[in-house]
């Protein structure tokens, strides 16, 4: 069974073709404007152990709001498309990532809720010209769009760089476990249905 999902999301703002393979092995494909951001995905990829391609121009002359925000969306998709039912998965899965002085943890429940819980203080507003403040934005477009519970947060650092690295392969981490199928092919929740 495979468990992979594509988008291709056109709006007047961006255009996105997005492939995620959860049972991949971290090969990752990626074209994007966003020079910090394709930094954080190649290591969600690769920690997580997903295959990833991702195409995407936007209007980053205007800033690199709408293109953070629309691929975050379409990972969100993706995985949606990806894990499908659920039947099988572990559905919950949790990772603290070290990066040097900065310790993250990312929690997920795949419960077919979208919700985020973002808890980081950043030192600085900005890690080159990539606005911080995106970084919320990213995975709030993801979790709901994903229907996933999300819970990250910076539990200590000086560094905005690590500060963000960790989160992602904190969350890449965490999401990998989330998906993992090791029980009976049911779908884990007494409702019956995520």
Known sequence: MARRGEIHRTTGETDIRLML???????RSLELPVPFLKH???????????????QATGDTEVDDHHTVEDIGICLGEAFARAVGDKRGIR??????????????????????????????DFPMERVGIFSVELVEEF????????????????????????????????????????????????????????
């Open 21 to 27: 393979d959860l049972d991949g092995e971290g090969r």
């Open 40 to 54: 954080m995905l190649d290591l969600f990829a690769k920690h997580g152990r997903f295959d990833l391609t991702v």
């Open 91 to 120: 559905r919950y899965g949790t990772r603290y990532a070290p990066m040097d002085e900065t310790l993250a943890r990312a929690v997920v429940d795949v419960s077919g809720r979208g919700m985020l819980v973002f808890r980081a």
């Open 139 to 194: 995975f709030r477009a993801f979790a709901h769009h994903a229907g996933v519970t999300l819970h990250l947060e910076v539990l200590y650092g000086r560094n905005a760089h690590h500060m963000v690295e960790g989160l992602f392969k904190a969350f890449a981490g965490a999401l990998r476990e989330a998906v993992l199928l090791d029980g009976p092919m049911e779908v884990p929740s007494t409702k019956g249905v995520l």
